[in-house]
């Protein structure tokens, strides 16, 4: 089992959805990470969080660390924010490393 | 801005080859990532390093080797290279801990012919 799992893998919603992805893992974590991958492979981050909610314009990222879960949340979709989406964990221990989940695939329609 | 830069976007190498691919930051960053990310795999860290000289293997170091000679540069060799190899590499940095940002690079999509 995956130690990062996201849901779901495809998502297709039009223009103006909210749209919510979500990430949960099995570890503890010291922090986790929302990144975004437009095609042709940048990659951006977009939240690092530890605990509580935090907001960037239309993206809100929550964690809950009690159930081991985060979502990301995207209100007013527009189709620029077509992309994939990636959740990443920090584990505990003192390690440098993050661990990935495989990503969602978001597609929004005109 | 933080640039990271990778020294191609695409590169085709024959099995057996040497291969080098670089990665240069501009910002004083301590951290540098080489991973590689495959369809239903998502991205898997090869190797990192927290300062020059200094090396750590990731969760996939079998058939590659690094190389940080100066704090902005980070490489990443494939001694031979094999078809299994074929991906894209992606380089990252952060300042001093994952606490912080990972800044990425555009990405080399190598194929191994």
């Known amino acids: 089992k995956n130690e990062v799992e996201q849901s779901p893998q495809n998502l297709t919603a039009q223009e103006g959805e909210f749209i919510t992805i979500n990430c949960s893992y099995s570890v503890g974590i010291s922090a986790l990470h929302w990144l975004q991958q437009h095609p042709g492979g940048g990659i951006v981050s977009l939240f690092m969080l530890s605990s509580g909610k935090k907001k960037h314009g239309r993206l809100i990222a929550t964690i809950n660390i009690q159930e081991k879960h985060s979502s990301l949340h995207i209100t007013a979709s527009h189709p620029r924010d077509s992309a994939v989406y990636i959740c990443a964990v920090l584990t505990q221990g003192g390690s440098e490393k993050l661990v990935f989940g495989k990503g969602t695939k978001l597609t929004v329609n005109p | 801005d933080v640039k990271v830069t990778q020294s191609s976007r695409y590169l085709v190498k024959r099995t057996g080859e040497k291969v080098f691919l670089e990665c240069v930051q501009d910002?004083?960053?301590?951290?540098m990532f080489w991973y590689r990310q495959d369809p239903g795999l998502g991205l898997r860290l090869i190797y990192f390093s927290y300062d020059v000289k200094m090396k750590e293997k990731g969760d996939i170091p079998e058939g590659y080797s690094v190389s940080r000679e100066k704090k902005e540069r980070f490489s990443l060799i494939l001694e031979s290279a094999s078809t299994n190899q074929t991906s894209m590499y992606l380089c990252a940095s952060s300042l001093t801990s994952s606490y912080n940002e990972q800044f990425f690079g555009p990405g080399t999509r190598l194929t191994v012919l």
């Open positions: 910002m004083d960053h301590e951290n």
